[in-house]
């Protein structure tokens, strides 16, 4: 049975925490090769043991794109994504931390383009294993609103 969550549904402070997903080295070396990013940083670890981090430190955008996947657990058909805002990538992550994600639903306003609508921002809080927060954005939802009896 298809689940349908209308934007009057969403309640502000709900939240959910997703499985987790452990990083590994074939992580980094894949999302290089589909995004071209062989930033020293993500695939040379004699050059990271000089540094701070003293190993290598994975790609912002593949702990965001793990950490948005581990949410994909349920598709609302009333709902869109409108994209992403105050993206964030706060901690490191390393090869072999495991990352989930927490989310919860901020904020409901109108949306100025579609009346029949709103928009749901649900904070994304992709976290290790140590429980700190490693990247954070904000997801907004385009949702419809409950159709109204004639």
């Known amino acids: 049975m298809e689940q349908f969550t209308y934007f009057e549904d969403y309640e502000i402070g709900s ?26 940083h993500h695939m040379d670890a004699e050059f990271m043991k000089t540094t701070p981090f003293g190993q290598r430190i ?17 598709i609302n058909p009333v709902a869109f994504s409108y994209g ?24 409901k306003e ?11 921002i649900e904070r994304v809080e992709v976290i290790n294993q140590r429980d700190e927060v490693v990247l954070a954005a904000d997801h907004i939802y385009i949702v419809e609103r409950r159709k109204q009896p004639a």
């Open 15 to 40: 939240s959910r925490l997703t499985s987790g997903r452990t990083i590994t080295e074939t992580d980094f070396v894949v999302h290089a090769g589909h995004t071209g990013d062989f930033f020293p």
């Open 58 to 74: 994975a790609h912002g955008t593949l702990v965001f794109s793990v950490g948005v996947g581990l949410t994909a657990t349920i």
């Open 84 to 107: 992403y805002d105050r993206l964030r990538f706060i901690k490191p992550v390393f090869i072999g931390d495991t990352i989930h994600t927490r989310t919860t639903i901020a904020a």
């Open 110 to 120: 109108d949306d100025p383009k579609r009346p029949a609508s709103g928009r749901v």
